[in-house]
């Protein structure tokens, strides 16, 4: 079954819930599982057939449908704080506000451990809110642009995805999307920091490029993380994967 979002959107957008004639509907139901009020986090890659989430020059564009880039519009609405890693900012100096859908848009955060970015990128000069969150050794100045430096606490020179979120939570930013790339993504789900897992894969083969998820290789296929459960939704050309990682 497949209903027209414009159908339970303004429900889920306001009220955190279905409308009985969209209840059904994997996609609704799937945006539902994000929008609940308790703490969430969910992370969302759009990847090629072959498992790249871009070229090996960084381009990402076009890597997965229009239906796909309106999906992640909405869980931006529904998300109080939107987190993508340096890597993203600078090679696809992203908006990450919710421009094709009603809602607000969230608070946006670069991880950003060692200041490698300059103000220009259209994050730090325009639009929602934005934080930097960086290394305290490499937090220069208050103000990157507009946005605001935030030191945390790091591990092996990485902001850790316990440090982001702690840091988040404590300006009462809980529902977090992780929106890439994927070594971001990867940092959360590997360090046991995601709730969700979300995975849009195009019918794209690019051959070589930028891995997708990437952490700890097991030595057996019995060791791998294995996701039971997880939904298989079509969006358009390309297929959505849905894990929820921990019960709601």
């Known amino acids: 079954m497949s209903v027209d979002p414009e159908t339970y959107w303004p429900t889920l957008l306001h009220e955190r819930r279905l409308p009985e004639a969209a209840a059904a509907d994997p996609l609704a139901r799937a945006c539902l599982d994000f929008a609940r009020p308790e ?14 989430v871009a070229t090996h ?20 609405a529904l998300a109080d704080a939107v987190v993508v890693g340096a890597g993203t900012v600078l090679h696809d100096d992203p908006q990450l506000t919710t ?3 009603d809602g607000p848009s969230p ?3 670069v991880l950003d451990s060692r200041r490698r970015l300059g103000p220009d990128y259209r994050l730090f000069q325009e ?17 990157l642009g507009r946005a605001e430096i935030v030191p945390v606490a790091t591990a092996d020179g ?6 982001a979120l702690e840091a988040l939570r404590a300006r009462g ?18 360090g046991g920091s995601l709730d969700i897992l979300e995975i849009c894969v195009s019918p794209l083969v690019l051959g070589s490029g930028r891995p997708g998820l990437a952490g700890p290789a097991p030595e057996r296929t019995e060791d791998a993380l294995r996701l039971d459960g997880c939904q298989a939704i079509p969006m358009g050309a390309d297929m959505l994967f849905h894990q929820k990682l921990r019960p709601a």
């Open 57 to 76: 020059s960084g381009h990402s564009a076009n890597m997965t449908g229009a239906a796909n880039i309106h999906h992640l519009h909405r869980l931006r």
């Open 173 to 190: 930013l809980e529902r977090v999307f992780v929106e890439g790339g994927g070594v971001t993504v990867s940092r959360f789900l590997f």
């Open 127 to 143: 639009g929602p809110p934005t934080l930097v969150l960086c290394a305290a050794d490499a937090a220069d100045g208050a103000r």
């Open 99 to 101: 421009r094709l859908v």
């Open 107 to 109: 608070v946006r955060v």
């Open 39 to 52: 703490r969430v986090v969910l992370g969302h890659l759009g990847q090629s057939l072959d498992g790249h």
């Open 158 to 163: 990485r902001v850790t995805p316990a440090a």
